[in-house]
């Protein structure tokens, strides 16, 4: 039940930021829109710059803990998951920032 709560809220944060950046027609921007978009790129921003270091942590994490298992089935699975789980969230958040750029790119 968390899970789906935390994609619902993803998601519709996103929605919520593209309807508050398309929703201006006029001629100048609001200032709470100009204000939501830079936090947003400033959040995305950070959020690429971080996932890097903090993937390669977890894999190494998890393949250190393979090594050293001393044969424990219970070690070697959880460094298995701990690697896949990594690999698997760096690669959802640098397709997160290819989508957001490509709709960008749209509006």
Avoid: H
């Avoid at 204000?35 to 998890?62: H, Q």
């Avoid at 690999?87 to 989508?99: E, G, P, R």
């Amino acid at each position: 039940m968390k899970r789906k709560f935390k994609i619902s809220l993803l998601i519709s944060i996103v929605i919520n930021y593209f309807i508050f950046k398309s929703c201006c027609f006029c001629a100048s921007t609001p200032k709470l829109i100009n204000t939501l978009e830079k936090a947003f790129e400033n959040i995305e921003s950070w959020l690429i710059k971080l996932s890097t270091p903090m993937a390669a942590v977890a894999i190494g994490t998890g393949l250190l803990m393979q090594k050293f298992s001393l044969g424990d089935e219970e070690k070697i699975r959880t460094g298995k998951k701990l690697v896949k789980t990594s690999i698997f969230a760096y690669v959802f958040i640098l397709a997160l920032d290819l989508v957001l750029s490509a709709i960008k790119s749209l509006l």
